[in-house]
């Protein structure tokens, strides 16, 4: 089983884990450019309405982000935020570690893996495996089966995701092709 080295070297005995998996029907190269995009979390990632980048690259680590939506309800009714760190990418593996560095829903150092596996078929694996420090006053099982909830809803929306920004693709250019002919018919009005 593949763990990130940045996983391991951030385990320790008194972390909840869990894990979530899903088959996406696409290739691997459609879903990573999905799931790797920060400007893309809002499509596949339901409870996210904003995501921005906070310094620097995205795709490279040491790139930090600031998420923020409905992701885990606050007594205040305030929207949900967290400032996360890309510790690791690897483009050619499809996968990815983020550290969660502050928030407001108690979270704080919990880090999760994303990783993609080529099932054949044009199929796609999606495993997300997490990890958090025990949060008082709150049952373990209780919150993993949450987080495991939380993260295959985003699994399941992926599909759609691609379904949406292929129409977009296509959208694009039949707009393109149609102004290209509207041009091509005024050029030939005004040889007339």
């Known amino acids: 089983m593949f763990i990130s080295r940045a996983l ?28 790797s995009q920060t400007e893309r979390l809002p499509e596949w990632m ?41 510790i690791s990418i690897d483009p050619i593996l ?43 006053d709150a049952s373990e099982e209780s919150l993993i089966d949450y987080l495991g909830f939380l993260y295959k809803s985003c699994i399941n929306k992926i599909p759609s995701a691609i379904k949406a920004s292929s129409h977009y693709g296509q959208y694009r250019c039949q707009l393109s092709c149609s102004l290209e002919s509207y041009d091509h018919s005024h050029d030939k009005m005004k040889a007339l």
Not at 16 to 25: H, K, L, N, P, T
Request: hydrophobic share 35%; charged share 25%.
């Open 8 to 35: 391991q070297e951030n385990r320790s005995v008194n972390k909840w884990r869990g894990s979530v998996g899903g088959i996406v029907d696409a290739p691997i190269d459609k879903v990573w450019s999905i799931v």
């Open 46 to 86: 339901p409870m996210v309405e904003t995501c921005t980048r906070l310094k620097g690259v995205e795709g490279e680590p040491g790139y930090v982000r600031l998420v923020s939506g409905f992701m885990f309800p606050q007594e205040d009714g305030d929207r949900s935020w967290i400032k996360e760190q890309l």
């Open 94 to 136: 499809h996968s990815y570690v983020f550290r969660m560095e502050a928030s407001n829903v108690g979270l704080d150092g919990s880090i999760n893996s994303l990783r993609l596996i080529d099932y054949g078929d044009d199929s796609t694996l999606v495993d997300w495996s997490f990890e958090i420090s025990p949060v008082e």
